[in-house]
């Protein structure tokens, strides 16, 4: 995970990664809040007892 330091040349966290992941985990939390009614919706559907 070192698409920071190879598109922009530049290593905010040492070349460990953190920043990338940080970054990664801040876009899925703001898509599952930004999704969240129909991702409950979704799984009440799939997992509604027949």
Same mark, same amino acid.
């Given at each position: 995970?070192?698409?920071? =330091?190879?598109? #922009? $040349?530049?290593?905010?966290? $040492?070349?460990?990664?953190?920043? =990338?992941?940080?970054?990664?985990? +801040?876009?899925v +939390?703001?898509? +599952?809040? +930004? #999704?969240? *009614?129909?991702?409950?919706?979704?799984a009440?559907? #799939? #997992?509604?007892? *027949?």
């Amino acid at each position: 995970m070192d698409f920071i =330091e190879s598109w #922009f $040349g530049i290593s905010p966290d $040492g070349g460990d990664g953190s920043t =990338e992941d940080l970054y990664i985990l +801040a876009v899925v +939390a703001i898509l +599952a809040l +930004a #999704f969240h *009614k129909r991702i409950v919706q979704f799984a009440r559907g #799939f #997992f509604a007892r *027949k």
